[in-house]
């Protein structure tokens, strides 16, 4: 079911996450509308995984509000966890399970019906059918990518969060993985969050960019919108102008 139309996907308001005295997240709002696609942006520390998973309810942040399609993710997230999923190359299925016996253990959890033939069907579009008795941890980190997304795609989330989608990746399964995660967005409607160092894709699959530092969020907006305003080329350079804290917006414009 997916959010009534002026329901955001993700409403974020002033969340912090501390751990003693250090500040991973500090004070972060921000809005993500139903069926549009948004990138969380930062260099290595900046606080994107930090985020991430509180927005998948991991981690409690130290202070603040998450709603997902309105629901708080403090008090109700039972109600709003079975339409989101998750996929990071950095969190690998158990090894020595077959594809097939890892995506029957994800569908259960899900409480999902016909579970022979949802994993078929993911099988065949992601081109892993004949390899779903083979062992996980046999697989080439392309085929653990295409794996990965079919887990997460178990339970056709309205809310799909996905950390570095095609990281290790050669151009062309990067390219296919981009193509099926619009097509999948063009067919369903989903909301797509992603965190990701790969310049080119947040270009052409995002909406909204939201440029993190720090555990701040320095700034925001469309990839052209960022382009213009930092006079920049790429969203490569914007990146690195943040990252480094080489310039602002505010100083390009004056």
Not at 93 to 110: C, V
Not at 153 to 168: F, G
Request: aromatic letters at 6%; one cysteine or more; a negative charge.
């Amino acid at each position: 079911m997916a959010a009534l139309p002026d329901t955001p996907a993700i409403a974020v308001h002033g969340l912090v996450k501390r751990y003693g005295a250090v500040t991973a997240v500090e004070d972060l709002t921000f809005s993500v509308p139903a069926g549009s696609t948004v990138a969380l942006l930062g260099g290595n520390g900046a606080g994107k995984t930090t985020t991430l998973s509180m927005l998948l309810g991991v981690l409690e942040p130290t202070a603040g509000s998450i709603h997902i399609f309105g629901k708080d993710m403090l008090a109700d997230r039972h109600a709003v966890l079975p339409r989101m999923n998750f996929s990071s190359p950095y969190v690998d299925l158990p090894g020595r399970l077959t594809i097939r016996q890892n995506l029957t253990i994800y569908a259960h959890l899900y409480s999902l019906s016909d579970v022979r033939g949802r994993i078929a069907r993911l099988a065949e579009e992601l081109d892993i059918a004949t390899l779903l008795d083979r062992p996980t941890g046999r697989l080439s980190a392309g085929q653990k990518t295409r794996v990965a997304l079919a887990k997460a795609l178990l339970n056709d989330p309205d809310l799909l969060i996905l950390d570095e989608p095609t990281a290790s990746l050669d151009p062309d399964t990067g390219d296919w993985i981009r193509t099926y995660l619009e097509q999948y967005q063009a067919r369903s409607g989903a909301t797509i969050f992603l965190a990701s160092h790969n310049m080119a894709e947040v270009e052409r699959l995002c909406d909204t960019v939201l440029m993190m530092r720090n555990g701040v969020i320095r700034d925001q907006g469309t990839p052209a919108d960022l382009l213009s305003r930092y006079g920049r080329e790429s969203l490569e350079e914007v990146f690195l102008d943040i990252a480094r804290d080489r310039r602002t917006a505010a100083e390009v414009e004056a």
